[in-house]
Each structure stands twice: as structure tokens, then as C-alpha cells.
């Protein structure tokens, strides 16, 4: 089991927790939870209902997608990654299934463990939405460059 001093060092090192203050980072460790998974193991799956994100402590983890029936790696995060982070903010479906590649150390935040804690201090609420927003920029300007590849290509784009 971890000490409330290693969650929070752990919290620090992901950049969706990086800017929460102190007290924000104590509440949050209140609420986390240690899990290993084994290589290979599946975290979740695509389409599942998801209630909790997860913080790589060791290890790594491959988020796929399936693609024409095919699983398609999307991403992959090691030590101070985060993934699952959707599932605490919204009520939908995985959009990705998430494999371990080596034996893996996981923090797990639970949504309505979440939901307390930026209750109690909302920048934690603002840090996240900072992270989405970063990645909905990426995924803006992967999609650009998918287009532009596809009319270079002569492929319909519309």
C-alpha cells in the first residue's frame, strides 16, 4: 500500500495533476486506489461503461482502437501517463480498450471520488478540462493532417 506522500509525488507527475495545489493533491489522495495488472491484461475494453481513470505508476499501457476490425494503437503511456480520464467526466462508453504491455502499476481515481474532490477545491476540475482541451487540440490537428494527406491523395474527403 502507498503513502499519502507517494500518491501525492505520483499525482505530481502527470500533467493533468501537475498544477493542482497541495491541498487539492492530499484530498485526491484520499480517494486513489493502488492496482496491478499483468502483461497483456486487458484494463477495459472498448464500448464498456467506464467509472474510474487511471495514473501509470510503472509499466506501460496500450490504448487501442478498433478500426475496420482491426485493434489500432492510438497511444501508448508509461510512468506519469493518465488514461480513462472521459470515463469520470461523462456517462458514455469507452471510446478505446486499454492493454497492458508489461506487468503495470496503476493509481485509480473513481468518478464519484472525483466529483467530491473538485467539489472541495474546483481547480482540479480546471487542470482537467486544461488536459482535454490539449488533447482535443491534437486530435484537431491530427485530423488536419489526415485531410490534407487525403486530397494530396485525390481520396474524397466530403
Known amino acids: 500500500m502507498l503513502s499519502v506522500m507517494e500518491v501525492i ?3 505530481k507527475t502527470t500533467p493533468l495533476f501537475r498544477e493542482v495545489p497541495g491541498e487539492g493533491l492530499k484530498r485526491l489522495s484520499d480517494f486513489i486506489q493502488e492496482k496491478t495488472v499483468r502483461a497483456n491484461e486487458i484494463v477495459f475494453a472498448e464500448q ?10 510503472s509499466g506501460r499501457v496500450s490504448v487501442q482502437q ?6 489500432t494503437q492510438v497511444d501508448v503511456h508509461s510512468a506519469g501517463g493518465h488514461f480513462g480520464e ?4 461523462d456517462d458514455r462508453p469507452r471510446s478505446a480498450t486499454a492493454v497492458a504491455y508489461e506487468d503495470t502499476s496503476l493509481l485509480v481515481l473513481h468518478k464519484n471520488d472525483f466529483r467530491s ?7 482540479i476540475a480546471f487542470e482537467v478540462f486544461r488536459e482535454l482541451t490539449r488533447r482535443l487540440r491534437d486530435s ?3 485530423y488536419r493532417e489526415l485531410m ?3 486530397r ?5 474527403t466530403r
Not at 464498456?48 to 505508476?57: A, F, K, P, Q, W
Not at 494530396?152 to 474524397?156: A, H, K, S, V
Open 9 to 11: 509525488l505520483a499525482l
Open 148 to 150: 490534407e494527406q487525403a
Open 152 to 156: 494530396r491523395l485525390g481520396l474524397e
Open 48 to 57: 464498456d461503461l467506464g467509472d474510474e481513470m487511471y495514473l501509470v505508476r
Open 117 to 123: 474532490a473538485v467539489q472541495d477545491y474546483p481547480d
Open 86 to 89: 472521459m470515463a469520470i467526466i
Open 140 to 142: 484537431d490537428k491530427r
Open 66 to 71: 478498433n478500426v475496420a476490425g482491426e485493434a
